[in-house]
């Protein structure tokens, strides 16, 4: 495997990975700080080539200006959020493709969290980066973009293996699964998963890494055609899943 990823984290629950290639070169995700990247490069030896940016929010942004001045590389990010992220030197739109780190990185445009946001997948490597688009167990809010296009936009991401690697921005996996369970209370699958969940978690380790298989069999936001999920909300078994989509976002705001 010619690259790997580690998570740092920081704040009260955003990681920020960094995608390692075999000669210490690297790529650092939506740092929310620099001090927290600078110090890991420094400890681990490694090479900083580029920031990739997945949307606009602080806490993707805040640490961008530090290491770009500091180490001189690119700053990749959307398009869209050109003008509310003066730092990207590299704009990116939805079929783009990166050559970095010998792997190439795929951009997907996924509005619903915010309008611009994207997400990195290097299909060689099975590894995706999703920013807060999918979360294990749950799916970013809707800041900025309506039910549809946040339906529109994880019917994309399943497109991916069920093998594929997803790092997601924050440890929402426990509060996630607690209303995950109160939807569909006898997917086994889930009450699992949630036990194992706890044991991560009770010794304070990360939840991150998730796969899209495990998230399809245990994610409400990717099971809206599950009848006792549609049941839970007080809907038919009838009703499309997308309108059972965006009833379900609606009750995990109110969760
Ligand atoms: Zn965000």
Known sequence: MPIKVELIPVLEDNYIPIIIAENGNCLIVDPALAKPVDDFVNQNGLKPIGILNT????????GIEGLKSKYKIEVFGPKYDLYRVPSITNPLVNGDKLDLL?????????????????????????LAFVGDTLFAMG????????????????????????STTIYCAHE???????????MEPDNTDLQLRMKQV??????????IPTQMGVEKRTNPFLRVHSTEIKRNLGLSPETSNEATFTALRHAKDQF
């Open 172 to 182: 929402y996996t426990e509060s996630n699964g607690q209303f995950a369970l109160s």
């Open 139 to 162: 799916c970013g809010r809707l800041f900025e973009g309506s039910p549809e296009q946040m339906y529109k936009s994880l019917n994309q991401l399943v497109l991916w293996p069920d």
């Open 102 to 126: 010998n792997c190439t990185f795929e951009i997907l445009e996924v509005p619903g969290h915010t309008l611009g946001h994207i997400v990195y997948y290097v299909k060689s490597e099975n």
């Open 198 to 207: 706890e044991q991560i978690r009770s010794k304070g380790r990360p939840t």
């Open 55 to 62: 949307h606009h929010h602080w806490d993707h942004t805040d």
